[in-house]
């Protein structure tokens, strides 16, 4: 099986989407990460939602979990505010810290997308065809196709 056989539409954005519809996006269609892409429409990097929640939480609350059961005053006005006044780009790692792009191939075999999403510790890869980006591949996905089913019980039968 290859990566052509399993590639999937995904959602991408920009680095100048603004976040909120970044953290929308990913919320509403449950997502693990989107991908963002360049002004080209080239993938840039990975998104992953819990770099989403990192920004959206206080620094202080993340320092001292325990702040975070009497975090009360408005917090989802005010997480919401966080996001709406930024894009994409400011959540992102400098380039020297950011790992390479998960991409592969539509040839790429099913165990190889599996090691590089291990490796770079993506919940996604995404599946180019030269400079078109075709899709992306979920680590569910992988899992779906990778483990057999798992064995059904039949009811009792009545005596």
Do not use: N, W
């Not at 609350?61 to 400011?90: F, H, W």
């Not at 065809?129 to 569910?140: K, R």
């Amino acid at each position: 099986m290859h990566a052509s056989d399993i590639v999937e539409e995904y959602p991408v954005v920009t680095l100048d989407t603004d976040v909120l519809t970044a953290a929308r996006t990913i919320g509403e269609q449950r997502l693990p990460a989107v991908i963002v892409c360049d002004a080209e429409g080239r993938p840039h990097t990975i998104l992953p939602s819990s770099q989403v929640l990192r920004f959206m939480i206080p620094t202080y609350v993340q320092e001292d979990p325990a702040l975070a059961r009497v975090y009360l005053a408005g917090p989802s006005e005010k997480l919401m505010s966080t996001l709406a006044a930024r894009v994409v780009r400011d959540l992102l790692p400098t380039p020297q810290d950011r790992d390479s792009l998960p991409v592969v191939e539509p040839e790429a075999t099913l165990l190889e997308v599996a090691v590089l999403m291990a490796r770079r510790r993506s919940p996604i890869a995404a599946v180019m065809d030269g400079d078109v980006l075709l899709g992306a591949i979920t680590v569910s996905r992988v899992l779906q196709v990778l483990l057999p089913p798992a064995p059904t019980s039949s009811p009792a039968s009545p005596s």
